[in-house]
């Protein structure tokens, strides 16, 4: 803690940057994060420093943090559901409930927030339509919330504002997904057809508006992800046909991209649409992050069964990570 403190001051001192932002990929689970953040309000507003927060779990407390350092009337809360049903969720280990989302949504209502950003993916592994259009259920939901959260003559004029986004869903190595066959531009596309069709089938549906993400770079992303070295000849060619900035929308040459695959002799599905073996050898297990294959292959097939991990500050569940000696598993003499 003391170091932390003493970082985001040294770091402010020395920029004279006017924002500090907290990110990781689950802030709440940092014990000491109350503190920290109380200590940032405390001195980032007497320099009029502003403060962007992580993701937070939506309770009292990350509200009450919230309305601190936000104009609750421009902002808006964001949840990652990730997926539309319980089961699909139980499938990626996300611990966060339909109830929890609720909850939440309540909470800040009667807080003041009118606007909601809700996040998806498509194309997970089991997916089936249900999962799909649960997606504009939870957001009805959250409408109807909002509603009976809010009597008429308390909303001054404004509505609920929801915007629920997809992304399209990519295997990664070294996760229980490696495995997993990624969906094709088609598959994906006709998803978010269903998902969008969903909402607007919705009570609330003109309370919810839909964005989703380009299949195409996700289709490149999934053939990087877990690409191998016969990949370095492509990634030189299309380097030197001008594919730079691949990141930035306006300059990705999909075409450029498939039309050196071709030239090359490979076959982009070879990464992305195939399902792998259970013995396969990847590319990358030339690496060791600490986390064993054995662990990894446990969590898919656990996840093909529905079969949510428990949380393992509770119980280790002997990833392997503890190899490394350091981070959660080894705090208080654990693992
Ligand atoms: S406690 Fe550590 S070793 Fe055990 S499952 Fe968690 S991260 Fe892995």
Redesign the pocket.
Known sequence: MDHLKELALEALKNTGYEEISLSSLSSSDYSKLPELINFLIKHCNEKKINISLPSLRIDAFSLDVMSKVQDVKKSSLTFAPEAGTQRMRNVINKGLTEEDILRGSHEAFLGGWNKVKLYFMLGLPTETDEDILGIGDIANKVAVEYFETVPKEKRNGRTIDIVASTSFFVPKPFTPFQWAPMNTKEEFLDKANKTRKGIMSQLNQKHIKYNWHEADASMMEGILARGDRRLNEVILKAYKKGCIYDAWGEYFKFDTWMETFEECGIDPFFYTTRERAEDEIFPWDILNC??SKS?LLREWKNALENKPSSN??L?????????YGV????ENG??
């Open positions: 600490g986390v662990f393992c500050r119980s280790c569940l002997g990833c392997g990570a503890a190899s981070g959660v598993c080894t654990k693992a």
